[in-house]
């Protein structure tokens, strides 16, 4: 098992627009009632300082399996790597309702109870999940719907405090 370092995010160098845009990331969360764990891959979200604390914030539509999760628990993991495209395009492509994604993709699960990441990752952050709602589209500038919401299912915004991070020892 590979050794994890906790670290303080204020002192993070990685470009935070390639980390999740170009790079991307995972979410990561187990059901408190059952202890399962699902993931998948976002590219969309944000980092950043809200109500005195250091934050993520991500964007879940309504139909993923893992929303299902995070309507469950306050407590989340959001996970990076380096390269991995083959693992993360797994998780976002196939559905953890459908089998098991996270064998399916070659991860190996960690982390600690209410916070699954995995031994492949190379920075995690472990999230409490600070403010919850639902995109509004009567607020959305024009052309916002239209080009992101065909189907309506508009995102879910979850605003978490990054309570622990950790990164990979050399
Ligand atoms: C590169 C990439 C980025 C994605 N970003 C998001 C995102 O930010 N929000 C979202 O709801 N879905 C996003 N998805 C789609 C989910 O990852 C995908 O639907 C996944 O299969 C959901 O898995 P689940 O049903 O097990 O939760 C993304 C997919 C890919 C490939």
């Known amino acids: 098992m590979s050794k994890f370092i906790e670290t303080d995010p204020s002192t993070l160098r990685d470009n935070p627009f390639s980390m999740l845009g170009k790079d991307w990331a995972l979410v990561t969360v ?52 380096d390269g991995m495209r083959d ?12 089998g098991d994604k996270i064998a399916n993709a070659g991860l190996h699960l960690a982390g600690e109870k209410e916070y699954p990441w995995f031994e492949e990752s190379k920075l995690v952050f472990c999230c409490n999940i600070l403010y919850r709602s639902a995109f509004d589209p009567a607020k959305m500038a024009d052309g916002v719907d239209e080009k992101n919401y065909p189907a309506h299912d508009y995102h879910d915004v979850y605003v978490a405090e990054i309570v622990k991070t950790l990164e990979k020892a050399e």
């Open 30 to 81: 187990e059901d408190p009632d059952t202890g399962k764990v699902n993931t998948m891959t976002v590219s969309w979200g944000a980092m950043g300082v809200l109500w005195g604390k250091n934050t993520v914030t991500i964007y879940i539509r309504p139909q993923r399996y893992t929303h299902e999760f995070l309507e469950k628990t306050d407590h989340f993991t959001l996970s990076f790597y």
């Open 87 to 98: 693992a993360l395009t797994v998780c976002g492509r196939t559905s953890g309702r459908d």
